[in-house]
């Protein structure tokens, strides 16, 4: 388990979403890169240094540091969509290769290199902007039904990460709330949402969606 590179966004028009930009156009970048929890939502901050969000009302803070994706995944994307798909087109900072990302459980942790420590918060949710930029119709519902949505992760303790660092789980909460179990049951699954609290580290915000959108509540 390692990752193949790390992604930082460069600021693109974003006429999807009627903002003025997006961060969603993230490139590999060489050497180190700086990795500190970027604090609450609403400025724009997001965990890696060189990076931010647009949409400060859907993104950035602390729950959504960083974004990780797995390469396995791309690559049954690139199958399916019939194009190459690089390192970081999905929006995400981190690709990893050989580690279960929909499979990672709320609140597992990850030791990426020597320092930093980060834990699984929630799916990503797609949007606008994400079928707007891979110039696909329909693309949000397709991805939606397949169920690899990537995992946002907060940043426990700061460090340096750089492509090519190990990536060892050294925390495994003892529920099985995974990011697919809780994407599944925040989209097209709702009958799924009453398993979702047992999870204290899923992000309060989506806490209290749950609670509101849970049958019979």
Not at 185 to 191: Q, V
Request: glycine share 12%; net charge neutral.
């Amino acid at each position: 388990m390692k990752l193949l590179s790390v992604n930082v966004g460069r600021p693109r028009p974003n006429p999807w979403k009627g903002l003025g930009a997006t961060g969603i156009d993230k490139r590999p970048v060489d050497g180190p890169v700086a990795v500190a929890d970027p604090g609450p939502k609403g400025t724009g901050a997001v965990g890696l240094a060189g990076d931010r969000a647009y949409d400060v009302k859907n993104h950035g803070g602390a729950d959504q540091a960083v974004y990780a994706y797995a390469r396995e995944d791309l690559d049954g994307w690139e199958a399916e969509l019939g194009r190459v798909l690089s390192n970081g087109v999905f929006g995400e900072n981190l690709t990893t290769v050989g580690l279960d990302v929909n499979g990672a459980r709320i609140g597992e942790r990850w030791r990426i290199g020597p320092d930093a420590v980060l834990e699984v918060s929630c799916p990503r949710i797609p949007c606008s902007t994400f079928q707007g930029w891979l110039e696909r119709e329909g693309w949000v519902t397709r991805f939606t039904e397949a169920a690899v949505p990537g995992a946002y992760l907060r940043v426990i303790a700061p460090g340096a990460i750089r492509a090519g660092d190990p990536v060892e789980i050294v925390h495994r909460p003892d529920h099985d709330v995974t990011v697919e179990v809780v994407f599944r049951a925040m989209t097209l699954e709702p009958a799924l949402l009453p398993l979702l609290l047992v999870a204290d580290a899923l992000p309060e915000q989506d806490r209290a969606r749950v609670r509101r959108r849970m049958p019979n509540s």
